[in-house]
């Protein structure tokens, strides 16, 4: 059986809005439960959008991948024979 492939979710994914695009269904339960309009379910889901990726930002600033860094990587030097006086 072939999957199909949700549109609106190749364009989350392309817009690079994973929050949104993970947490779809849920955030739309939210905004019909508080009785949102579209304006204010939009405004839902780009809040949550920026407060994920604010917080990936935070995380990423606290513990960096150091193969990511631009700082030089700290070097072994080998200690060479010191030749007795």
């Known amino acids: 059986m072939e999957e199909t ?9 392309r ?3 994973s929050c949104i695009r993970d947490q779809l269904d ?4 939210e905004a019909a439960r ?3 309009s579209a304006r204010e379910t939009l405004i839902l889901l780009c809040e949550r959008e920026i407060a994920r990726k604010d917080h990936r930002r935070i995380e990423m600033r606290r513990f960096p991948n ?3 860094t631009r700082l030089p990587q700290r070097r072994e030097h080998r200690r ?6």
């Open 34 to 36: 508080a009785n949102l």
């Open 80 to 85: 060479l024979p010191i030749a007795a006086r």
């Open 5 to 13: 492939i949700d549109p609106l979710d190749t364009m989350l994914a």
């Open 15 to 17: 817009l690079q809005l």
């Open 66 to 68: 150091p193969q990511e």
């Open 26 to 29: 849920s955030l739309l339960d």
